[in-house]
């Protein structure tokens, strides 16, 4: 069978990966650190991403539902998986099938897992002010826990991509009372960002997600976390455009002198958002292509000016600098890894 080629690539860098995790796992101190690869790894892949970080010595991955756990068992050589979403109902069959622990975030799912699986490990969930998923305080040290094997028990924060924001140490002075009062075997409280915010918060186990991919929550991670996604795209289509003529839908660019565009097969429904327009550039020789114009469903026009020679069918890499785009284009640091879609070849270096 001949392979069709694709005209996109996402290239991934295994080894950057896992310098992250690395990096990472060095912040976390006495603390084990984890790897959230939740939504395919962010976009990238979950199945790779693994692989690699199971080869680099991680031992505890964290997905959202039972359908991603099944996907990345084959996978763990033994390492430990957490489901985040926790078990409802129609969860059970799946959950009573696999080694994976749930995370149970409501005094529900904790009846649940003690009528079908009591005694099996579990992992709990306690809000401590996010207001998102997880039993409180008081449910936590009411006696609803009593009789379960609790091996993680964990709390999320809602601001720690904000340093100084006051409700970092609220919350971890919220969790260091849950942990004086609530068995279990590990605590663990820090994302990726959390990390960051320094040793009193790593407990445990720290659950990092998006640095691993190359996402910097926080300046303090410039020059530690390294780049892991590259995406390429090629050149449909190369064009004059005459001054005073206008590019793309709406007509929302309006060309001031005659200028040299490429059109590139990447559009929003490749992740590269419409925020991108008139804000993104693309990258070819040392020479930086700005967007001109709407990022389209499928292509995106980029000026041409500064690359004499670059012509039809050849790749340009887009600039991908996770914090630099968000603020380019409007999106978070997440959207644009999960967003990376389906069309692309992804390949891992
Ligand atoms: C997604 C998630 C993480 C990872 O967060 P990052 O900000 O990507 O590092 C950790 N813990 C929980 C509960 C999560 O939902």
Redesign the pocket.
Known sequence: VLGVQSPLRLTIDGSALAANWRWLAARSGSAACGA?V?ADG?GLGAEATVRQLVRAGCRDF?V?TWAEADAVRPMLEGAALSV?HGVGADDMPQAMLSDARP?LNSAAQVARWKANASGRPCDV?VDTGMNR?GISPAEATSGLLDGLAVDTL?S?LAC??VPNDPMNERQRAAFQELRRAVPAARYSLA????ILLGADYAHDLT??????YG?R?QPAADGHIAPVARIEARIVQRRRVSAGQTIGYNATFETRRDMEVAILNIGYADGYFRGFSDAGHALAGGAVLPVVGRVSMDLTAVCVDAAAGLDEGEWVELGFDLPASAAASGMSQ?ELLTGLGHRYQRIWS
């Open positions: 959230a939740k962010y964290f959202a985040l995370v969930m998923l964990m999320h720690a991509d994302n990726s960002a959390g659950r990092p997600g998006l640095a691993l996402g929550p997440y």
